[in-house]
């Protein structure tokens, strides 16, 4: 039988700014998610939090686009906007949830949803990825390192299952189209995409010798959805590890060094993404600078067992003082490109507002 694991998240407010979700948002999603179990609807759930963004990770037998899972995801982050965000005046009080009737499928209403359907293997062990301050494409460096870049992954050289290597299906955000490229033979049009992580977004990756699902993240851009600015999109991955794909040592390898991802403060600044246990997931610095949090499951008959918090470990205490060193270096340049996005991003911030005043001040040279 199939195992489907669903990640499903949204920031429905926070407090004291973009911090982090009050207790009770996280017990009210608990209490939920128990209830859905009690009726079978899941088998298995864990609610967490990264950053602002409160984290449904959900395990079922109903295959990926479920409408009752989607509703019940939905239903969750609009109870707790109404029964708590809201009555407590907490930050961006259902900020995610961008339209309030469900339609059947949460994707495209504003929250992150990152699925895969399975046939679970004699041992199946997952990381799920978490990020906060920056948006999808920031998975495009890593995903790509995991399972495309020998230099990061040993298994693509000396592990027979691995060495044929993966499909990358890579999705426009802006024409909403998608393409699958395969690797390696086709790494040099794949890194032409993916390189541009704002508008080529990585969708799924599956094990090129069968077809096994290996990875999938979440692609949503609410500025897209919106036609405004409303926060970031801080993403979700789901990836499987070990037994025939990337070791976990590999797949967080990753992360070991800081790579610059847009978002940070007001979604409008390139910073360092650092990886970090989930108790230090809150961000203070200038909103940022942006957080990646992994938690580590082993899915065994629908159930999920763990976590392991994966950054939680002082191998990566030298990627976060790079981090930090990285976003010293950025800060220092204030309001100048390269730290703040350029025009072609900052066109979904507030900035156009304050062009357009000085539209009319401009002479002809
Ligand atoms: P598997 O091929 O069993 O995943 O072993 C690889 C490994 O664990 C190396 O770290
Ligand atoms: P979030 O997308 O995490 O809500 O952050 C928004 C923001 O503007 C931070 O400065
Ligand atoms: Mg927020
Ligand atoms: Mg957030």
């Given at each position: 039988m199939k195992t489907t694991l669903s990640v499903i998240k949204a920031d429905v407010g926070s407090v004291a700014g973009h911090t982090k979700p009050h207790p009770r948002q996280l017990e009210m999603a608990e209490e939920k998610l128990k209830d859905a179990k009690k009726q079978r609807i899941l088998k298995s759930f864990y609610v967490t939090h990264c950053g602002d963004d409160i984290e449904l990770i959900m395990t079922h037998d109903r295959g990926v686009d479920d409408s009752e899972i989607h509703e019940l995801a939905f239903k969750t982050f609009s109870e707790i906007t109404e029964k708590v965000s809201k009555p407590m005046k907490l930050?961006?009080?259902?900020?995610?949830?961008?339209?309030?009737?469900?339609?059947?499928?949460?994707?495209?209403?504003?929250?992150?949803?990152?699925?895969?359907?399975?046939?679970?293997?004699?041992?199946?062990?997952?990381?799920?990825?978490?990020?906060?301050?920056?948006?999808?494409?920031?998975?495009?460096?890593?995903?790509?390192?995991?399972?495309?870049d020998p230099f990061n992954t040993a298994g693509l050289i000396i592990d027979p299952a691995l060495h044929e290597g993966f499909k990358y299906t890579?999705?426009?955000?802006?024409?909403?189209?998608?393409?699958?490229?395969?690797?390696?033979?086709?790494?040099?049009?794949?890194?032409?995409?993916?390189?541009?992580?704002?508008?080529?977004?990585?969708?799924?990756?599956?094990?090129?010798?069968?077809?096994?699902?290996?990875?999938?993240?979440?692609?949503?851009?609410?500025s897209l959805i919106a036609g405004r600015y409303v926060g970031k999109d801080d993403p979700v991955a789901i990836v499987r590890a070990q037994h025939g794909l990337p070791a976990m040592?590999?797949?967080?390898?990753?992360?070991?060094?800081?790579?610059?991802?847009?978002?940070?403060?007001?979604?409008?600044?390139?910073?360092?993404?650092?990886?970090?246990?989930?108790?230090?997931?809150?961000?203070?610095?200038?909103?940022?600078p942006p957080r990646v949090i992994c938690l580590g499951f082993q899915v065994s008959n629908g159930e999920l067992i763990g976590p392991e918090d994966l950054f939680d470990d002082v191998a990566f205490d030298e990627s976060r003082r790079i981090a930090n060193e990285l976003a010293y270096h950025m800060r220092r340049q204030g309001p100048f490109m390269p730290h703040r996005l350029g025009p072609e991003e900052m066109e979904y911030t507030t900035l156009p507002g304050i062009l357009k005043k000085l539209e009319g001040r401009f002479v002809q040279e």
């Open positions: 930050y961006g009080a259902g900020q995610d949830l961008l339209l309030d009737t469900f339609s059947g499928n949460i994707k495209g209403m504003g929250p992150g949803v990152a699925e895969m359907e399975f046939e679970e293997r004699r041992s199946d062990p997952v990381a799920v990825f978490m990020a906060d301050k920056t948006e999808p494409g920031a998975w495009n460096l890593p995903l790509f390192k995991m399972f495309a890579i999705l426009d955000v802006m024409k909403n189209r998608s393409v699958v490229l395969s690797c390696p033979e086709e790494m040099y049009d794949l890194l032409a995409l993916i390189g541009e992580p704002s508008r080529y977004v990585i969708k799924q990756i599956h094990r090129k010798s069968d077809g096994l699902i290996s990875a999938v993240a979440s692609t949503t851009r609410l040592g590999e797949v967080l390898e990753a992360f070991a060094y800081p790579h610059l991802v847009a978002g940070w403060m007001r979604g409008s600044h390139y910073g360092p993404l650092m990886p970090v246990g989930l108790r230090h997931s809150m961000v203070s610095r200038f909103d940022g």
